[in-house]
């Protein structure tokens, strides 16, 4: 891995040891030092590298370095051109001793080019000393040195190991600390062709299949690969820059990293690089690249390594191969990239001799002689002739190894080329000595005995507390040990701390050997096998390093570095986390809202807390979020799949909305699914309606597949279910047992809390027996009880359920093992227990645990069971079957009943073994000595132990016991003396004379015969009838011997609320239906005290069903216990019924087992006053008359009126009225409200009449909310005004003047006078005076003002002297008769004569102004006015202090009002000039100045008569804001006004102002003012569509539905969407509408009339036809079609033709609706086609031959007038001869008719 540079924007090039490598480093090598003119030459070879050096005669292309051997010189020319070089150098360099080194290494290694001269100065004198000789041996030595980013030219070739692979790019680690990059286009030029293709087929249109270029396919990490060096800056980065950025540039093809190869240095072990040209069967053919292009590389399959697939390898691949072989032609060349084989530690493969030494490049193996050793490295020789170094690093003298002991000068070692130098003179390699890159392997380290890779042990960017100095190079660095086996570290010069070090020492200083210091690891050499370290405080303190440091998830703290602008705005953020680590804040994530001036917010700079959302390091990118809901939360993170479980909460961001739902993103690359179902307990039909892209959610997980990386999320409150009910759920298994709290009790099942898990508990599942005895069980449990050893059924975790059950036989199978719990318990032969889960004809389904579930067959059920209905079971019924067969393919199985009894037939026999014969002990009857003398039939004595209600218990001897029924005491009724109770005349200690009939078996109380005894305790059936003690013995009776109509006794057993079980004999029960058990009714008021268990009733059979065990009785007599039925019904019959069903409309009587029928409020009483359904209560008897039956429709018309069902003489206060023909005009009449409608009142007077009140004639005075005052079923009183018996039409008036004689009128404004006083109430209360409605009145109000409430104290707060509904008395000061209007006062001088003269005075004064004007017929919107005065000011001014008054009309407390003038009673002063006079203090004239002021008494200020104003207002209207808020004083409930004024501020664009204008109406008008809100809400909608936004408008229309009709609102929504245009908004609502309202017709009419009108869209209106019928029901269907008929005449977009067909399918079902003719006849006649209108008359007529005089009449009407106005004379003879027919053939039915009745 390359290290971690702060500093670097793109990819590292880094040369930690690099930056050391100066001239100067040659000083401190122990062993020998090179001369200066040595270095200072090699300098300036360095600086003017050429690119592609000449270096040989034999080859005329560049090659990587010079060979030695192939040069035309010998090599002592070489060395005198070599001396000669380096002393003009030396002598240049003089001349320079200012400048600064060309290569820039001044600036790395801190020195000046001053310490560079004085040490070429010192060298140049040791030199004169040691004179020629010995400067020729310094000619020998060879430096060592490693690669640096100084020494790597363009042309270099180099060993490196793949450390990442990116997308475009592979990056590769370089010797000492470099790493290199290989673009996609250099690695071959089959990969090239490839790119060149795709690129190309990207603009053509034909689809064909190219795979893209993966270079994680091509390559993998830790691979070594040779490559030649391209560049080394980046040079398109540095255009914009001065200084080139550091990049080297790589290639991979083998023509160049094969490029000093010649076809002569093709030999066994050395190393090519080759590219795969095709992949055969056995191997590779493989493209080399050299300048012979006939040679070609072959690689078997063998030679690929074990850990490759050759399927895998594709086209264009690179390998670093070793050549194992030639053919004999020397065309095809063996290769091997096995390391097994070609890098084996015990067998290497070196190469030892070649023909030049262009042979050795990078990568092969060599042997070397080793030629000096010294503490930074060693040097040799390759073949005696060539150089080769290993530096500090990879000779091993790095990793703390004593280089003289392992090696020994002379000794042979093998090595690998690691890279070239092109520039050296005379030739030179690099060569490895580290064990892993002569194996071509990776670096491991060592942890617990294992190899790992060392960033696995430690990771980078990982702080390591003890990093202990291990070596120090003093210009260098420091090597160190991290604690990490086998792997060391490196901190270069520069890192060891922030600012400038001086100089590093072994011995001294903070850094010396074995000192230990806090470091962090930046990097890692694969190559090199070394971590690069870093000690710099700023590098420990920075949170991250890399990209991948940057957790996903992690809050952290940014600073805004940059905002992005694009052509939308703010584009996003970019926030600076740590030294080049930079992340993104989209537009969607700055916060929770949306911002509209995002860069206010965020002030460059500044610091924000945001969360990780993910992060990409091939890309370099990190996503950020602001939003707090994010940033704040304390949810788990969703990164991965694996990590997240069901039931999990987060919260995420929704990135995309569907129809079906939304997507949501977590973090990293994690989204979920959120389904529409899933995102409210409420339906949402539309999710972009309610959710936005970018909104966070929080949500909890329903699924995940971690495998198909799939989410499922749910919105919805998961707190019902949190982490603990999962854990409990998941813990829970099926067939386990368990405890559980009892919750709640219901009917049909009982709730549990299982450890906080909903369980349910069914009531079948409490017992294994009958469901009487199920429900016995649950009446024993209670809410709060712990029930135990419940068995858990059934598991349904999608529901959060539990499902338990408490049958024994189950919890038994579970304890055994034998419960069949999944599928694999299922085995052949197996004796189970299951419960019925479902019974079909074929079988029934028996359900075990866990939902499985057998099939039982029908054949497999014993015969009796199959002839029984429904095979003789239930529901959840226990059953024992047998597994017969299992299918385990289908994976279901069969079940049997008749073999799984056959198994417990011996085992029963021994259960229940034959009674022993026992001894009998004091027989009551001496001749019985044993329990085997009472034989069936037997006489015997019993002594009776107890009487009980139903039997008789007895004892045979002490230890025999028996039983004697109640039906077998008696012989016949006659014998019976107490029928209620039969056996009272029977005491213990009686002997009876008894007869043995047989056994009676306890436990379920049946009769057995005689041979059936079994058990521990015999009870014998005995009979103590007269007739059985002497005549012979009797077969007891059975169901089969009981017949039709037969007569029997019956004893009661059981009383319920429908039924009464009864016993004929110990084995045959019946059931006789509570209305049949007596004629008189009033006994089946009270069943059981009349009908107690064990009373006697005479009985005949009804019915008689053997096969189903049922015996139907009846006790009344038999012409009365027929069955009722619809036919058999006649008018006047009085029968009984029982109540079914009541409410406060009516009640639900039901006559037989097949017929009920409701009984109304105008037949429950004969005073309506006492008319109540709810006295009435469930199951009662009642005595009914059958007051009228419509047989075609199936109704009847019951009633309970006393005249009706008991004597027709009683009293009547309210008269039955069954048809019109009753009613006559003027008659007095009361009725209950059926309907309120917007017309009037619909009363119904009784059976079908019913009478219609308009609203004129509710009442004599006015009621503004008149439906308030009604609601239905109220009993109201009325006069019959209208009676129409041909239409079948009532009209009544409720008005008191209509109906009462003694009537007196209400008072009317005429009535009135001046100084009246009169009585009345408190209407309304305002600051300036009060309402007074007169009592008596047609609503006659006026105002009192606040001057004429006191005589002395003006009254300052009006509102807490009077209240709303206060009676009060006053005076009526004036009238004005123009103007309606009515002044009152409330002084008490007008009501005493006892009031000083002073007041006198003052009163008269004010009695000749007139008072507040107010029209008799009131409204609000007529109160006058608080306008432009501000009565507060007045009140401030004129009270001089504020005293509370008490609420009265006369007594008031005094306050002083000097010189505050009194508002005139004319009218309000709206000039305010009232102020002025205050503020002048001045006298004000006045017409009625009368009185005389006395000098010592106060001076009390006369009001001025000031010109009322407001009727400018009336005339122009309101012109200001002051007019319209004037006015709003006076009618703050007028809608009107308040729209006008809203529509004020709109004329001024005031949009804001009017929606406040809009508001304050909302909250002003009084609630009950329904339809002036509505108004106001409506204005607001038109508003917000017209200027607003569609949230302002769906944020106004939510909270419209919220205070209004939801419907309206709706609907005048779409009006509005309809006016303005936006039909595609109008056509959503409806379709809201017709789900919300389907009850509604009108909804859907109006949806297809907009469909047919706006949208002309007739499929679509034709469509809703069928789907309104299914939602409306069914009597509105025949309205509904006329309507739509009618739409198909009227629209454009309509079909007339359609339109008369759905009339025809109509008039064919309803011929006689003369109503529908009439329609189609107004259709017909507006299309105006004459034959058609004709044809509709003629029709009618034609399919009507017995229409009703009135109808006929009506239609030939109406014919004739058409035809006079459209036909010809032909036409009209032709409606006469109709007419006539129809005339004539009438008048012969008629005579026809009459004749049969005399007949």
Known sequence: MAPIDKKRKSGPANESFARSRHPTDGDSRPSKRPRADELDGEKTTKAKIPHTPKISQVRDEDVAFPRGGASLLTPLEHKQIQIEATRDVLFEQGAKSKNVDEDGENGENGETAEKKKHKSRSKGKGEGKKGKDAGEVDEEEVRIEG??????????????????????????????????????????????????????????????????????????????????????????????????KRHIELSL??????????????????????????????????????????????????????????????????????????????????????????????????????????????????????????????????????????????????????????????????????????????????????????????????????????????PLSAVVEEVTVKKVEPGMGLFVGLGVKGVSGFVHIS????????????????????????????????????????????????????????????????????????????????????????????????????????EKKFKEGSTVTARVLSTDPSKRHIRLTLKKTLVNSDAAIFVSYHDIEVGMQSPGTIVNILPNGAVV?????????????????????????????????????????????????????????????????????????????????????????????????????LTDGSPQKNASALKKIRVGQTLTDLLVLEKHESKHLIVLTNKPSLIKDAQASLLLRTFEDVKENKVVHGFVRNITLTGVFVQFAGGLTGLLPKVKLSEDAIRLPDFGMKKSQTLEVKIVRVDHGQRNFQLSM?????????????????????????????????????????????????????????????????????????????????????????????????????????????????????????????????????????????????????????????????????????NVRGRILALDISDDVSKLKDLESNFPVGSAIRVHVKNVDAANNRLDLSARSAQSSEPLTLKSLSKGMVVAGKVTKTNERLIIVQLSSSLSAPVNLTDLADDYSEADPTKYSKNEIVRVCVTDIDLPNKKIRLSTRPSRVLNSSLDVNDPEITSVSQLKPNDIVRGFVSNVSDKGLFVSLGGNVTAWVRVAELSDSYIKEWQNEYEVDQLVKGKVILVDRAKNHVHMSLKASVMDSDYVAPLSFNDLKTGQIVTGKVRKVEDYGVFIVIDGSNNLSGLCHQSQMADKNRVVDVKKLYEEDDVVRAKILNLDREKKRISFGLKASYFDDGIDSEEESDDEDLSGMEGVKITGDYSEEDEEEDGGIDL???????????????????????????????????????????????????????????????????????????????????ANGPQSVSDFERLLLGQ????????QYMAFQMQLSELSKAREVAERAIKTINIREETEKMNVWIALLNLENAYGSDESVDEVFKRACQYNDAQEIHERLTSIYIQSGKHSKADDLFQVLIKKFSQSPTVWTNYAHFLLTILFSPDRARALLSRAKQSLPPHTHIALTLKFASLEFHSDS?????????????????????????????????????????????????????????????????????????????????????????????AKKKEMTKGGDEE
């Not at 390559?219 to 800056?233: D, E, M, N, P």
């Not at 905002?563 to 740590?578: K, S």
């Not at 077969?1035 to 079980?1061: C, F, H, M, R």
């Open 665 to 765: 993103q977590f973090y990293g690359t994690i989204r979920g699914f959120l389904p529409v179902a899933e995102m409210s307990e409420a339906y949402i039909k539309d999710p972009s309606q309610h959710f936005r892209v970018g909104q966070v959610v929080n949500v909890h997980v329903l699924k995940v597949d971690a495998e198909e990386e799939k989410l499922t999320v749910s919105c919805k409150d998961p707190s019902s279910f949190g982490l603990a009910q999962q854990a409990v759920m998941k813990k829970l298994k099926v067939g386990e047992t368990v405890s559980a709290i009892v919750t709640e009790k219901l009917n049909d099942s009982i709730s549990l809390d299982l450890q906080g898990l909903r369980a349910t508990l069914p009531v079948a599942h």
């Open 147 to 244: 690669l640096s980013y100084q020494r790597i030219v363009a042309g270099s070739l180099v060993l490196g190991q793949v450390s990442q692979i990116n997308d475009l790019d592979i990056a590769l680690s370089l010797p000492n600390n470099l790493t290199g990059y290989v673009p996609i286009t250099s690695i071959s030029d089959k990969i090239t062709q490839r790119i060149e293709a795709i690129a190309a087929d990207e603009g053509n249109d034909e689809e064909t299949e190219l795979e893209d270029v993966d270079l994680k396919k091509l390559f993998k990490i830790g691979q070594y690969l040779r490559a030649y060096v391209v560049s080394t800056k980046d040079e398109d980065a540095a255009a914009s820059s001065k200084a080139a």
């Open 1694 to 1786: 309509g079909s007339p033709e359609r339109g008369r067909t759905m009339f025809e399918a109509l008039l064919t079902t309803f011929p006689k609706r003369l109503d529908i003719w009439n329609q189609l006849l107004d259709l017909e006649t507006a299309q105006g086609e004459k034959d058609v209108v004709r044809g509709v008359f003629e029709r009618m007529v034609k399919m009507n031959k017995a229409l009703k005089p009135k109808q006929a009449v009506a239609w030939f009407r109406r014919w004739s007038e058409w035809e006079e106005g459209n036909g010809d004379e032909k036409s009209r003879e032709k409606v006469l001869a109709k007419t006539q027919e129809w005339v004539t053939a009438a």
């Open 1532 to 1539: 703050p409930d007028s809608s009107a006004l308040w729209i």
């Open 898 to 1066: 008749i073999d799984a009894a056959a198994p417990q037939e011996s085992p029963q026999k021994s259960a229940h073994s034959v009674a022993i014969n026992q001894e009998a002990v004091n027989p009551i009857d001496t001749t019985l000595t044993c329990l085997d003398d009472l034989t069936l039939g037997r006489l015997t004595k019993a002594k009776i132990a107890s009487v009980k209600d139903t039997q008789i218990n007895v004892q045979l001897a002490d230890n025999i016991q028996g039983r004697i029924d109640v039906s077998q005491v008696f012989d016949s009724w006659d014998d019976i003396k107490d029928r209620k109770r039969p056996l009272r005349s029977f005491s213990a200690k009686q002997i009876l004379n008894v007869r043995v009939l047989g056994i009676h078996d306890a436990r379920n109380h049946r009769f057995l015969p005689i041979s059936h005894r079994s058990g521990k305790t015999l009870v014998f059936e005995l009979s103590a009838k007269p007739s059985d003690q002497s005549s012979k013995a009797q077969e007891p009776l059975t169901l089969d011997q009981v017949k039709l109509g037969s007569s029997w006794i019956a004893y009661v057993n059981n009383v319920q609320d429908s039924y009464v079980w009864v016993n004929l004999s110990p």
């Open 253 to 458: 093809r083998p023509q160049q990293a094969n490029s000093s190869m010649t076809s002569q240095n093709v030999v066994a072990n050395n190393t090519l690089m080759a590219s795969v040209a095709s992949v055969e069967d056995h191997g590779l053919v493989m493209d080399l690249g050299l300048s012979d292009p006939a040679i070609k590389g072959f690689m078997s399959s063998k030679d690929i390594g074990f850990d490759v697939n050759i399927s895998d390898i594709q086209d264009g691949a690179v390998f670093l191969c070793t050549i194992t072989g030639l053919n004999s032609n020397g065309k095809t060349i063996k290769l091997c990239v096995d390391p097994a084989k070609i890098a084996h530690p015990k067998k290497p493969n070196y190469l030892s001799e070649a023909p030049t030494i262009d042979a050795f490049l990078p990568g092969t193996a060599v042997e070397i002689l080793v030629a000096d050793i010294t503490p930074r490295g060693i040097a040799g020789k390759v073949m005696g002739m060539l150089d080769v170094t290993a530096d500090l690093m990879h000779s091993g003298a790095a990793s703390g190894k004593d280089l003289e002991k392992k090696y020994k000068i002379g000794t042979r070692i093998k090595g690998r080329v690691i890279c070239t130098f092109p520039n050296a003179q005379p030739a030179k390699l690099a060569v490895s000595l580290l064990d892993h890159v002569m194996f071509l392997t990776s670096q491991q380290a060592v942890q617990d005995d294992e190899k790992k890779n060392p960033l696995d042990i430690l």
């Open 1432 to 1514: 507060n000011d007045v009140e401030s001014i004129g009270s001089n202090e504020d005293q509370d008054s008490e609420e009265s009309d006369e007594d008031m407390p005094d306050v002083d009002d000097a010189g505050v003038p009194a508002l005139s009673t004319e009218g309000f002063d709206w000039s305010a000039n009232v102020l002025d006079e205050v503020d002048n203090q001045s006298d004000a004239g006045s017409d009625n100045e009368g009185a005389d002021e006395k000098p010592k008494k106060k001076k009390r200020r006369k009001a001025e008569i000031t010109v009322d104003r407001t009727g400018d207002l009336d």
């Open 495 to 598: 890192r060891v701390k922030d600012g400038k070090i001086e100089t590093l020492s072994e011995t001294t200083g903070h850094y010396k050997t074995g000192s230990k210091h806090r470091g962090r690891v930046i990097g890692y050499n694969p190559l090199d096998g070394i971590y690069l370290v870093s000690l710099e405080e700023s590098i420990l303190a920075q949170p991250f390093l890399r990209i991948e440091d940057v957790p996903i998830g992690a809050v952290v703290r940014g600073k805004v570095e940059k905002i992005v602008v694009n052509e939308r705005g703010v584009g996003g953020i970019l926030l600076n986390l740590a030294e080049g680590i930079t992340g993104l804040v989209s537009e969607a994530h700055m916060s929770d809202v949306q911002l509209l001036h995002p």
